[in-house]
């Protein structure tokens, strides 16, 4: 029996985080012949990644401009997949979630009649400005895929209502839980100067992170009001707060927040580091989708600063809390989280809808059983 030939494709430390536990399982397979291609939509981020995991792309788009767009993008991912399609000819081509190499990867695979699979499938908001532009980036993603991999049962449903045959829908788990367990170490040592120092037995420390397009200006800013108030009102408390390079987030989180004594301000850290950091931090503030997954794997409530998620089954489990951007909302759910402990256990140990660690064996089980078929 020839083997099955896949491709799987990313281009950002998110996906790559997701992707890497799926490509070593499908390495393991006997009857699949798995080959990486990176986009690099973000270089430096993926790359760290790609070391930790142990992998080493086959093909690399090196596609990362100074002040790229994402027509740029889209196109260069596009021109690049077009000429190694015709060369590998893949049987079936994975991409992950909701990124412009996601989407720009199914377009180029839909062009030359390749299989897509759309791992981490049928999240939405139902507001295809709400985040931009990955709500559309996962619809257009799904309208193309053949497999689709939903994480849980509510993305499922979305395909459903959608029109996607449930004989093409496959239930999952997210594979970021079965990340970290390369990950997660409860002897871990912190290689951050900074993070060294902090007592995380005696303090509690709040890890955030703000960088979506839609918190830029006045919801970033009432983030940085909310952080101060915090750490003013509440001497046991410190932030570690993991702030992303593009210079409008950058430079507004520096001018409002540098300088106070209890608030760390870092340049975002490799996986490993970061997760381990969440591990030991008491909750988390972030306006990340993958961080509203992971925390709670940990234990970990999670203070969500948007107005509304793609992940509605945390929201539901009780794991995770849509606070917003609103500057009293925030310090309000904090301080609740921090002065009451039956509030606090209530989220730490709600059950996490994420999946037991076991994605990517379902992932692989089923690429393999539907090319029986």
Request: proline residues 4%.
């Amino acid at each position: 029996m020839n083997k099955i030939k896949v491709i799987t494709i990313f281009g950002t430390r998110p996906e790559a985080i997701k992707m890497a536990p799926l490509v070593k399982e499908l390495q393991n397979r006997e009857n699949i012949q798995v080959k990486v291609c990176v986009t690099a939509q973000h270089r430096e981020m993926l790359d760290q990644v790609l070391t930790l995991f142990q992998i080493v792309p086959e093909f690399d788009l090196d596609i990362m401009k100074k002040k790229q767009s994402l027509t740029g993008i889209t196109t260069r991912i596009i021109r690049g997949l077009d000429e190694l399609f015709e060369v590998e000819k893949p049987d079936l081509i994975l991409v992950h979630g909701d990124t412009t190499t996601t989407f720009a990867g199914a377009l180029a695979a839909f062009y030359k009649q390749i299989k897509v699979g759309h791992v981490e499938a049928g999240l939405r908001t139902f507001d295809k400005y709400f985040p931009f532009p990955e709500e559309m980036n996962r619809k257009l993603t799904g309208a193309i895929a053949d497999l689709h991999f939903a994480p849980t049962m509510s993305s499922k449903n979305n395909l459903l209502r959608e029109g996607v045959c449930e004989s093409d829908i496959y239930l999952t788990g997210n594979t970021v839980i079965d990340a970290m367990k390369y990950t997660v170490e409860e002897d871990y040592k912190f290689k951050n100067k900074i993070l060294k120092k902090i007592n995380f037995n005696d303090k509690k420390v709040i890890m955030v992170t703000a960088h979506r397009r839609e918190n830029w200006g006045e919801g970033i800013l009432n983030i940085c009001k909310a952080l101060k108030h915090i750490v003013l009102e509440n001497e046991t408390v410190e932030i570690v707060y993991l702030v992303h390079l593009n210079p409008v987030v950058k430079d507004m989180v520096h001018n409002e927040l540098e300088g106070l004594k209890q608030v760390h301000l870092l340049p975002p850290l490799d996986t490993k580091e970061t997760h381990n950091l969440m591990n030991r931090s008491f909750l988390v503030m972030t306006d990340s989708g993958g961080l509203q997954e992971e925390a709670p794997h940990l234990g970990k409530p999670v203070l969500v600063l948007r107005d509304s998620t793609e992940r509605p089954e945390a929201v539901e489990a009780g794991t995770v809390k849509l606070v917003g951007t609103d500057m009293d909302k925030i310090i309000e759910c904090t301080n609740l989280l921090i002065n009451n402990s039956e509030e606090y256990i209530k989220m730490s140990k709600a059950i996490n809808p994420y999946g037991d660690g076991t994605a990517s064996v379902k992932i692989a089980d089923a690429i393999q059983e539907y090319f029986k078929k």
